[in-house]
C-alpha cells in the first residue's frame, strides 16, 4: 500500500496559562524545553516530517499569531524545517477560522482536495511510528471524505478532557457517535466503564474541500470571513498575513462546536501513540521521573526531606525542606507555590493578580 501524502497544518495558538509563571503571552507553551531537549513546537515539526509507516508528510503550514513570529521563525530553524507558509491571525478567532485558513492554503498548494492534517503544537506524542501508523489510517478515511479526530483511550476517569464516543467501525477507525463535554467524577467513571468513549485529543485530518464544505454548511459566516481575509492577503518571504477587517469578522468557535458536532462526515481513529496536552503543570509533573518518595525535580532544584511534590528552576534555584504535595515553580520574575492538588487552577491566580496591578509578570 501506497503511502498517503499529508499537509501538517501546525496551530500555534493560545497562551497556556496554566503553565505560569513559565508560559507567557509573549512566549507562549509551545516554545519551551517540558519534555524533551527540544520545544514543545521544535517536536511537534520532527514527529510530523519526513516518510515512513504508511504516510509522507509535505512541508508544514504554520498558523500563528504576529506576535509570536519571533519564536516560530527560530523553531522552524532549530529543527531544521523549512515551512510552506506561515500565516499569521491578526488575532486569534479559535481553531475553526484557523481550520479553514490552513484548508484554503493547502489547497494553493495541493489542490482543492488537499489532505490536512491539523495539529496542536503544544502537545506531548509519541513514539514516532506509532504517530506515523494513527495519521496514515486517518488519512486514508479523510481521502474518502470523512472529517476525523483523534481519541485517546482513556486511563484514569478524567474530568479535565472532553470525550468522544465511538460508533460503527470503520477501515481503521470509528463513525464518530457523539461529544461528551468534561464531565463530573461520577460520568468520568462511567466513561471509562464503558471502554467506548476515548478523549478528544484535538488532532485532526480532512480533505479540505470536505472541511469547507462542511463550514459553508453549519458556519458560512466563518467561511465567508475567513475568505475574505485572503483576499486581502499580504506575502513576503513566505509569510502571509490574511487582511485584518476579515479575519477579525470571524465568529470566534472550536472546529469541534462549528462542524465536528453537527457533521455526519464525522469519524475517530484511536491513537497509537501516547499523548498528553501538558495542559497543567500536574500534566508535566506525570511526565517527569520522581524519586522514592515521590519527589519530581526539573531544571535547577534541590529537594531534603520532601514528598508528593515537583519543583522546577528556571534560571533560578528552588530549594525545598520537608514539604509535601506542593508544586514549586520558579522563574527569574516570578515564583509559583501552589497545593498540587489546585495547580490547574492557576488561572483565578492571575486573575489576582491582574486585579492587583501585579501584570509584570504575566
Not at 462549528?258 to 462526515?265: C, F, L, N, P
Request: net charge negative.
Amino acid at each position: 500500500m501506497s503511502a498517503m501524502t499529508i499537509r501538517p497544518a501546525i496551530l500555534c495558538g493560545g497562551s497556556g496559562e496554566r503553565l505560569w509563571p513559565l508560559s507567557r503571552k509573549d512566549n507562549p507553551k509551545p516554545f519551551h524545553k517540558l519534555v524533551t531537549g527540544r520545544t514543545l513546537f521544535e517536536d511537534t515539526l520532527l514527529r510530523s516530517a519526513g516518510e515512513g509507516d504508511g504516510v509522507a508528510f509535505s512541508a508544514p503550514l504554520i498558523v500563528a499569531g504576529e506576535a509570536i513570529l519571533d519564536p516560530v521563525t527560530k523553531g522552524l530553524a532549530s529543527a531544521g524545517v523549512k515551512a510552506e507558509a506561515i500565516a499569521l491571525e491578526p488575532a486569534g478567532r479559535n481553531t475553526a477560522a484557523a481550520a479553514l485558513l490552513a484548508a484554503r492554503l493547502a489547497q494553493q498548494s495541493d489542490g482543492e482536495d488537499a489532505l490536512v492534517l491539523l495539529a496542536p503544537s503544544d502537545h506531548h506524542i509519541g513514539p514516532l511510528d506509532a504517530f506515523r501508523r494513527s495519521v496514515a489510517k486517518a488519512a486514508r478515511l479523510a481521502a474518502e471524505g470523512r472529517i476525523v479526530v483523534f481519541g485517546i483511550a482513556p486511563t484514569r476517569a478524567e474530568t479535565g478532557y472532553g470525550y468522544i464516543r465511538a460508533g460503527e467501525t470503520l477501515a481503521g477507525g470509528f463513525i464518530l457517535e457523539a461529544f461528551e463535554e468534561k464531565p463530573d467524577a461520577a460520568a468520568a467513571q462511567r466513561y471509562l466503564d464503558a471502554g467506548d468513549r476515548y478523549w478528544n485529543a484535538g488532532l485532526f485530518a480532512f480533505r479540505a474541500d470536505v472541511l469547507i464544505a462542511e463550514m459553508a454548511r453549519f458556519e458560512p459566516q466563518i467561511l465567508e470571513c475567513v475568505d475574505a481575509a485572503l483576499a486581502f492577503v499580504e506575502t513576503a518571504d513566505g509569510v502571509v498575513r490574511p487582511g485584518r477587517d476579515g479575519f477579525l469578522a470571524a465568529p470566534s468557535l472550536p472546529l469541534d462546536i462549528a462542524v465536528m458536532e453537527r457533521t455526519d462526515r464525522a469519524a475517530m481513529v484511536p491513537a497509537e501513540f501516547g499523548w498528553s496536552d501538558i495542559g497543567a503543570w500536574q500534566s508535566l509533573a506525570d511526565l517527569a521521573e520522581g524519586d522514592a518518595r515521590g519527589v519530581k525535580r526539573q531544571g535547577d532544584a534541590v529537594a531534603i526531606d520532601c514528598a508528593d511534590s515537583y519543583l522546577r528552576g528556571e534560571g533560578v534555584t528552588v530549594a525545598a525542606l520537608g514539604v509535601s504535595g506542593l508544586t514549586v515553580v520558579a522563574t527569574p520574575d516570578a515564583v509559583l507555590v501552589a497545593d498540587s492538588n489546585r495547580a490547574a487552577d492557576i488561572k483565578t491566580l492571575l486573575a489576582e493578580l491582574r486585579e492587583q496591578g501585579l501584570t509584570g509578570p504575566l
